[in-house]
């Protein structure tokens, strides 16, 4: 079983910045994607984020240039940096992995949320 821990939520002005964390553990054998998704009051799941093994990074065209999705494969650990934040980012905001369990079995994990409120 693969556990995922987002960390790093909180209250931002507009305009400021924030950074996301997102640690993995468990029975891992390899991570393959690691992404961030984000779900705002009465709106479905969104993908903001996505990043493979390789570092190779996509995003949604809402965050583009302003977001940056990195990863320590070492240290099996997602982050996400939120500059030029708007009040439109405000949502919880999930960690999600996908990979091999040691069993080989293949995992499909999510974390339980962390909160993000862009308000002056």
């Known amino acids: 079983q693969v556990q995922l821990v987002e960390s790093g939520g909180g209250l931002v002005q507009p305009g400021g910045s924030l950074r996301l964390s997102c640690v993995a553990s468990?029975?891992?054998?390899?991570?393959?994607?690691m992404d961030w998704y984000r779900q705002a009051p009465g709106q479905q799941r969104e993908l903001v984020a996505t990043?493979?093994?390789?570092?190779?990074?996509n995003y949604a065209e809402s965050v583009k240039g302003r977001f940056t999705i990195s990863r320590d494969n070492a240290n099996n650990t997602v982050y996400l940096q939120m500059n030029s934040l708007k009040p439109e980012d405000t949502a919880v905001y999930f960690c999600?992995?996908?990979?091999?369990?040691?069993?080989?079995?293949?995992?499909?994990?999510w974390g339980q949320g962390t909160q993000l409120t862009v308000s002056s």
């Open positions: 999600h992995a996908g990979g091999l369990a040691r069993t080989l079995r293949r995992f499909d994990s």
């Open positions: 468990g029975s891992i054998f390899r991570i393959y994607a």
């Open positions: 990043i493979d093994s390789g570092g190779s990074a």
